[in-house]
């Protein structure tokens, strides 16, 4: 596998520029998650900090391995795009933890280890096979609706947050299907636009479900620790009880 991986670098030829922009694109571009982890750090959100830490590792490393064509650095590059694979799974499954609302801390921390679980078994199954990727995600979905239907309700979000989380994710997913085609993806470019949308709407849809002042902070603002009065306009009636809807309200005033 080593030596297939080593004759697909050498049939590969770019000029030196276009490797550097390859990077700027899908290695650089690593910097907009930045604020999700500061949401994290501040929260103490250790396994979801210490889980994006990884992810933007080894997604880094593979990405500045495929830019440059170096085969090796530590692991092959193949295997570093697995650990990125990983990674990425198991950040999706936790962001759709978090956007369940549950009430007790220790049905997240079981539902996270669960993505853990799943994430490797299925990318140690097959890397390659876009089924074993998405099938943690839709999992977790699944289990979002179970959810939904015991409880009777849908949670409750901020509604700017979710609104614009959702629209940038589908702009996320449709980059992500062009990149897809490395043939037609000239230095990567669609693909290093996945990686600044999606991290732009997922770190919107952590914050919308977030009911603590010191996460609530804008993109491109991350030491504001207090956002100026909503009021129930902004919240999404989902079903909610009243207690948690004026909780959140009561954190954000």
Avoid at 62 to 83: A, V
Avoid at 191 to 200: D, E, Q, T
């Amino acid at each position: 596998i080593n030596a297939e991986y080593m004759g697909t670098f050498l049939k590969k030829s770019m000029q030196f520029y276009e490797q550097f922009l390859t990077f700027v694109f899908t290695g650089l571009t690593h910097i907009f998650v930045f604020p999700a982890m500061y949401c994290f750090y501040l929260n103490k959100m250790w396994f979801q900090l210490c889980v994006s830490l990884f992810t933007g590792l080894t997604s880094s490393m593979y990405h500045t391995m495929d830019s440059f064509k170096i085969p090796c650095f530590f692991l092959w590059e193949s295997q570093w795009h697995r650990l990125d694979n990983i990674g990425a799974i198991i950040c999706f499954c936790m962001l759709t933890t978090h956007l369940m609302r549950n009430e007790d801390a220790e049905m997240d921390a079981i539902l996270n280890f669960l993505a853990l679980w799943l994430a490797v078994i299925s990318q140690e199954k097959d890397p390659w096979d876009i089924t074993y990727t998405i099938f943690p995600f839709a999992l977790f979905l699944v289990i979002f609706a179970v959810l939904a239907i015991w409880r009777k309700r849908l949670p409750s979000y901020h509604k700017g947050d979710f609104i614009k989380g959702i629209v940038i994710l589908c702009l996320a997913f449709v980059f992500f299907g062009l990149g897809l085609d490395d043939a037609n993806d000239y230095l990567r470019f669609f693909h290093g636009m996945w990686h600044v949308s999606v991290a732009i709407s997922t770190f919107m849809l952590w914050r919308c479900a977030f009911s603590n002042d010191k996460i609530k902070i804008g993109y491109f603002d991350l030491f504001r620790l207090r956002n100026p009065k909503v009021d129930q306009t902004s919240m999404i009636e989902m079903g909610g009880n009243n207690i948690e809807k004026q909780n959140y309200l009561n954190v954000m005033t």
